[in-house]
């Protein structure tokens, strides 16, 4: 059995019981994230070519889109390429509805539309797009649920997959997400509502940022490197499936991202 050195600890916004406002925050961290440093930024001809094995109008789910802020990245970057994307359809176990809906209005409903019910990724609906991303959420999986997820995927449900962090585990990326920790007492400034709330819980108190870097250095913990991803897949999924690594830098920050393509051979 390939040995995988992580840990799970736990995050504050995997808790079904964490309060609506914080998560909401969180999602407005994660947007400050994506609006400073576009750790995706820089994906999306990687993201394009991978997409260019279905047809035009195929869609692409998006498991665990939190706030889905990283797709207004990729999309804002392809535009700026010119290059031709498939239209993402947002999907979580917390849908954020709100979130989503300035999205697609930023975006484009033709690049982009929701799923309001909750998609978990280890019960994906079988009418579901085949193929799938899952931005800065696999880690978040402890490894019986991962293989599962995997196993689920190459068996019966999806043709397509890319997996996407942009924390890997060691000692770099701890120092990277504390040195990043003041710049959270902004999160108040990329909010859509409820700033005066957040400006008290996130920059006079900061009760939100230290919890986000928390879940920031967990992320970091908890990170599968590739080769424990490919240790995951099913025993039989070599010969069906091609696994491509690619690896982009941000846009702003001394760090690379990590894309993991899983996709069914023709």
């Not at 920790?181 to 108190?205: E, G, Q, V």
């Not at 897949?233 to 702003?252: Q, T």
């Amino acid at each position: 059995m390939f040995e995988i050195r992580r840990f799970q600890l736990f995050e504050f916004n995997d808790q079904s019981w964490f309060p609506s406002l914080l998560r909401e925050s969180f999602n407005d961290a994660l947007a400050m994230t994506h609006a400073v440093y576009a750790p995706y930024g820089r994906a999306a001809l990687a993201i394009a070519d991978w997409m260019s094995r279905t047809p035009p109008e195929s869609e692409i789910l998006d498991l665990g889109s939190a706030g889905g802020r990283h797709i207004v990245s990729v999309l804002s970057a392809a535009r700026r390429q010119g290059i031709a994307m498939h239209r993402f359809v947002l999907s979580d176990l917390y849908p954020a509805v709100d979130a989503w809906r300035l999205v697609q209005a930023e975006v484009g409903a033709e690049h982009c539309r929701y799923l309001p019910e909750p998609v978990s990724a280890l019960a994906v609906p079988a009418d579901a797009p085949r193929y799938r991303t899952l931005f800065t959420a696999f880690h978040h999986f402890p490894p019986a649920a991962a293989r599962e997820l995997l196993a689920d995927f190459c068996r019966s449900s999806g043709d397509g997959l890319c997996i996407a962090e942009y924390l890997d585990r060691g000692y770099y990326n701890l120092l990277m997400v504390l040195l990043a920790a003041p710049f959270y007492l902004l999160i108040p400034f990329f909010a859509k509502k409820n700033r005066l709330l957040k400006f008290l819980i996130s920059t006079l108190i900061p009760i939100v940022p230290v919890l986000f870097v928390w879940d920031g250095l967990v992320s970091t913990l908890r990170a599968y490197k590739v080769d424990e991803v490919r240790a995951m897949l099913p025993s039989d999924a070599e010969g069906c499936f091609d696994v491509v690594v690619r690896s982009v830098w941000f846009g702003l920050a001394p760090l690379k991202s990590r894309l993991i393509f899983i996709t069914r051979k023709v």
